[in-house]
């Protein structure tokens, strides 16, 4: 063996040696200009054997020093579908908050790829630092992938290629990441503040609510659904008509009906997350524009109870009101004023109903674009038009009581039941009585083990004929109250009548007795019976 390398050795050292003088020539000795000649002429004759070309991706950008480069990060996700499959050494990536893991090659690890019928190779490695320096930032092992295709393929792959795997790579991370529930409001706290601003605080979002387990008609249910499917993918189209990438809902009903449970139920259907807006906690319309500039896309931002949330309805009306009533008002304020400095008040909202108008479609509500704009209220009646018409709220779903179709859903939710004898009993009760679908669910939740499908179905039928006999007295008291009121109306009309009457009865008789009286005068005088006094 000792011999075999000895003769391996002899027959290849003066060559090795040979290459290592020409090298420590080239890299001492050889002029730099001469060099630069040498360098293209070889690449030239290296290109002319090896047809590939590559594009180093870095995982931070050299003017982003702690930010990991978006485009590193879209690939990483990109490949971690291929990298599972193909690598043989993988790297772990905790994400979600901890809950779930991206898996990705390790370091010199090569996996490929195949796009329109062209194979594309994706390698993974490292530049290790210079470890006699000492550095106070990020790791100084520098990460990178290398994208290696054929020349040929130059065109496919700088054009088409890259912006494909970029776009799936963000949309695998869209669809991956922890979605958040964001508030502007935190309580007496006074909520977080960045330089004097109210800004977003967040949780995540884990709302279970979706539109299987929605209760409303399915014709209806179906409708919404194909609405945002259709604006999801309607960037395009948004952008050839020319009107800002976001869409507005106005959700109304009586307490109870699912208008909550809907939002969660969109921003489950999306994979959006949503932004809570308290708008009684937002100072003024200036603060409102910075909430709106922090929110990102893929995003639902909510009012609820629009219509508690300031006094929006009556600003227009305001301004015809009298002075008086302007005075008051300021009386109000000054009163409100007097209290937060003594500390007992809390801070007013001074957004207006401009202000809120413009958040929702002036020039800053185009920013992020994607986004819905949810409204919820009890009594659409009372909201200033402006605020709802089509444009600005685009979709009115209005959410009532529950109708059969509606009870279905429920009952398979949360007795796994599709069908019973007690349905159509329900059913002609629910004909005959409101009831909303919080009660209805309240009625089908067992309360314990003992109970099953046939208990909890009864106690809803105890609780709608229940809801039945009710509506039928509050409807009885209301009608006996209508008579009353109509009753005392007529007797008070009756007795303005009659005052009326008797006041001309008592302006006739005066103005008789007084031309009595005149007749009388005028004969005494003609009598010449003219007392003197
Ligand atoms: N349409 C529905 N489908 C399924 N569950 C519903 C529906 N409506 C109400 N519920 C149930 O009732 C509860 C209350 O509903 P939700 O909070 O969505 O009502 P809401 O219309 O927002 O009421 P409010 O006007 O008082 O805010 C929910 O947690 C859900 O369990
Ligand atoms: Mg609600």
Request: hydrophobic share 35%; charged share 35%; with cysteine.
């Amino acid at each position: 063996m000792m011999m075999m390398m000895q003769d391996v050795w002899t027959q290849l050292g003066p060559t090795i040696a040979a290459i290592m003088f020409t090298w420590t020539m080239y890299q001492n000795y050889f002029p730099h200009q001469l060099r630069g000649h040498i360098r293209r002429y070889t690449d030239k004759i290296i290109s002319y054997f090896y047809p590939y070309m590559h594009i180093i991706f870095h995982e931070y950008d050299t003017d982003g020093w702690f930010e990991r480069s978006k485009a590193y990060v879209a690939i990483e996700r990109y490949l971690s579908k291929n990298s599972c499959t193909q690598a043989k050494r993988l790297k772990a990536n905790v994400v979600k908050d901890g809950q779930s893991v991206v898996l990705t090659m390790d370091d010199h690890e090569e996996i490929t790829d195949e796009y329109k019928g062209e194979k594309v190779w994706w390698i993974s490695s490292q530049k290790l630092a210079n470890k006699q320096t000492i550095s106070l930032w990020k790791e100084d092992d520098k990460r990178y992938f290398k994208l290696k295709f054929h020349r040929k393929n130059r065109e496919l792959i700088t054009n088409s290629y890259l912006k494909y795997v970029l776009d799936e790579g963000k949309a695998i991370a869209v669809r991956e990441r922890q979605r958040k529930l964001y508030t502007n409001n935190k309580g007496e706290s006074g909520g977080y503040r960045y330089r004097g601003w109210r800004i977003w605080s967040q949780v995540v979002f884990e709302h279970p609510s979706t539109f299987d387990t929605l209760a409303m008609d399915p014709n209806k249910k179906q409708e919404i659904m194909d609405d945002l499917q259709t604006f999801r993918k309607s960037k395009d189209y948004y952008a050839k008509i020319g009107k800002a990438w976001k869409r507005g809902y106005l959700l109304y009903g009586p307490p109870g009906t699912g208008k909550s449970s809907m939002i969660a139920a969109m921003a489950n259907f999306l994979e959006y997350d949503i932004y809570d807006l308290e708008l009684t906690a937002v100072k003024d319309n200036t603060e409102l524009r910075r909430l709106l500039i922090d929110t990102t896309s893929k995003s639902i931002i909510v009012i609820e109870d629009i219509d508690c949330s300031l006094d929006l309805t009556g600003q227009r009306e305001e301004k015809k009101k009298k002075k008086d009533e302007k005075d008051k008002e300021k009386d109000e304020k000054d009163a409100i004023a007097e209290k937060m400095k003594k500390g007992e008040a809390k801070e007013k909202s001074e957004v207006t109903l401009s202000g809120l108008l413009n958040f929702i479609d002036g020039l800053w509500s185009a920013i992020g674009g994607e986004r819905l704009i949810v409204f919820t209220t009890n009594y659409v009646e009372k909201l200033d038009p402006a605020l709802i018409r089509r444009g600005r709220m685009d979709k009115h779903i209005v959410l009532s009581y529950c109708c059969f179709e509606s009870f279905k859903v429920l009952a398979y939710n949360y007795l796994d039941v599709e069908s019973h004898d007690y349905f159509p009993e329900i059913r002609r009760l629910l004909g005959e009585t409101n009831m909303t679908p919080a009660d209805i669910a309240e009625n089908l939740m067992p309360k314990s083990s003992k109970e099953n499908a046939d208990t909890c179905l009864k106690r809803l039928i105890e609780a709608l004929e229940n809801a039945k006999e009710e509506a039928k007295l509050k409807a009885k008291e209301e009608e006996e109250e209508r008579a009353k009121a109509e009753k005392e109306k007529e007797v008070k009309e009756k007795e303005e009548k009659k005052k009326k009457l008797a006041a001309v009865d008592g302006v006739n008789k005066n103005e008789k007795s007084e031309s009595n009286g005149t007749k009388e005068n005028g004969s005494a005088k003609e009598n010449g019976d003219v007392s003197k006094d």
